[in-house]
């Protein structure tokens, strides 16, 4: 998939050298190209982008301005002939300050560290592949992934896998908390279930791993939907 691109800058050979440079770039998208920081403004207001590359020094209203204008703007790498204005840019937490003229290498390596930026935050993202609890007095890893279900149990709850249970001293909505969205679903007040692991639906009655349990009738719909949502294969 490759990366989209916006240029702005009030000077067409400027523009035309940066478009160069992006059409040259394999992985970069060329997408629009803005004689003002006006017309950029109304484009982006119906257009996402990944990269603005964005000249500081413009009629009407210049790059800074546009920034500051601006509630989720994209990855911005400025351009300027005007080394004065760098640090206004690194004040507004672009990527990159470009001083003209520069070479595709310089271009090349502004990209790079907007690239590296993204894959940082992919890096760091915590996947959880598990969880601690306390039962019997110790202290024991219990895998996502093996949960089949969870039950409330007066002020316990019992979390189900598929080798064994665990009563633990805590609630069924502290362990919701602690667990992925997307892996576990709540079926009743009572129930959360691991939709990795759910075999049928019956009325209101889902099955999981060999147990049969109710569902609401306040979260029935939501349930269907997030279970089966338009993946369900029908005779047409």
Excluded: W
């Excluded at 992925?180 to 791993?209: D, S, T």
Aim: charged letters at 25%.
């Amino acid at each position: 998939m490759k990366i989209s691109c916006l240029v702005v800058d009030d000077e067409p050979l400027a523009r035309k050298g940066l478009e160069d440079f992006i059409d040259q770039t394999p992985f970069l998208e060329h997408v629009k190209s803005c004689s003002s920081a006006i017309e950029a403004k109304q484009f982006l207001k119906q257009n996402a982008v990944s990269i603005m590359f964005l000249d500081i020094q413009m009629p009407d209203m210049s790059g800074v301005e546009l920034m500051q204008m601006l509630s989720n703007p994209p990855k911005v790498i400025f351009t300027t002939a005007h080394r004065e204005f760098a640090l206004d840019g690194f004040e507004l937490n672009v990527v990159d300050f470009l001083l003209k003229p520069f070479s595709y290498n310089r271009f090349l390596k502004a990209v790079h560290k907007t690239i590296a930026l993204d894959a940082k935050k992919i890096e760091f993202k915590e996947v959880k592949h598990h969880i601690f609890i306390k039962c019997d007095g110790m202290i024991i890893k219990v895998l996502i992934d093996t949960i089949t279900y969870i039950e409330t149990a007066k002020d316990y709850v019992k979390i189900h896998t598929v080798d064994t249970s665990y009563l633990t001293l805590v609630t069924l909505k502290q362990i919701e908390k602690e667990l992925p969205k997307e892996k576990f679903i709540r079926v009743h007040r009572y129930y959360l279930v691991g939709l990795q692991h759910i075999v049928k639906l019956e009325g209101n009655l889902i099955y999981v791993a060999g147990h049969r349990i109710k569902i609401s009738r306040a979260l029935r719909n939501q349930v269907y939907e997030t279970i089966i949502g338009n993946k369900l294969i029908e005779r047409s």
